[in-house]
């Protein structure tokens, strides 16, 4: 179960949302609407751990009856698949694919993490050519590098 939990977030210290709560269980899928401005994507970066210095963020992030909000980034084992899939436009799918993958996952492990994101999506082979829908899968197949050790750990694609 994901919870967020009493969000305020800023930017340049002027409000964007105010009092966020809410909670998505297993399974379940949520829209979060509102107007261009008004800390949607602020929200989810917060999340993710990547907030950029001039938003600021305050609130408790749970997974699993964890708080993740005050883990380092690579430690909240949660991702997020943004409508601009944000991939670097120079490497392959697979040296993006490597650039979301934990750490502390070495060598071999690495690799075969890596190639079973591409199976999954699709891509084994694959580079980015500009083609829309390989960017998509692309950046699903980032997203879908999170695997924890424990599958109820996090919140990963469908």
Same mark, same amino acid.
């Given at each position: 179960?994901?919870?967020?939990?009493?969000?305020?977030?800023?930017?340049?210290?002027?409000? !964007?949302?105010?009092?966020?709560?809410?909670?998505?269980?297993?399974?379940?899928?949520?829209?979060?609407?509102?107007?261009?401005?008004? %800390?949607?994507?602020?929200?989810?970066?917060?999340?993710? %751990?990547?907030?950029?210095?001039?938003?600021?963020?305050?609130?408790? !992030?749970?997974?699993?009856?964890?708080?993740?909000?005050?883990?380092?980034?690579?430690?909240?084992?949660?991702?997020?698949? #943004?409508?601009?899939?944000? !991939?670097?436009?120079?490497?392959?799918?697979?040296?993006?694919?490597?650039?979301? !993958?934990?750490?502390?996952?070495?060598?071999?492990?690495?690799?075969?993490?890596?190639?079973?994101?591409?199976?999954?999506?699709?891509?084994?082979?694959?580079?980015?050519?500009?083609?829309?829908? #390989?960017?998509?899968?692309?950046?699903?197949?980032?997203?879908?590098?999170?695997?924890?050790?424990?599958?109820?750990?996090?919140?990963?694609?469908?």
């Amino acid at each position: 179960m994901l919870c967020v939990k009493n969000v305020f977030a800023t930017f340049t210290r002027k409000p !964007l949302a105010d009092n966020v709560n809410f909670t998505v269980d297993k399974g379940d899928i949520v829209t979060l609407m509102g107007p261009s401005g008004c %800390g949607k994507s602020t929200l989810f970066s917060w999340m993710i %751990g990547a907030l950029a210095e001039q938003f600021s963020c305050t609130g408790e !992030l749970w997974l699993n009856e964890q708080r993740i909000d005050i883990l380092p980034t690579a430690q909240r084992q949660i991702g997020i698949l #943004f409508q601009d899939a944000l !991939l670097f436009d120079q490497f392959s799918v697979g040296q993006n694919l490597l650039l979301a !993958l934990p750490a502390t996952l070495k060598g071999n492990a690495r690799r075969n993490a890596v190639n079973d994101a591409l199976e999954r999506s699709g891509l084994e082979g694959a580079f980015p050519s500009g083609s829309c829908h #390989f960017v998509w899968r692309s950046a699903s197949a980032r997203c879908s590098t999170t695997r924890p050790s424990r599958p109820t750990k996090s919140v990963t694609p469908g």
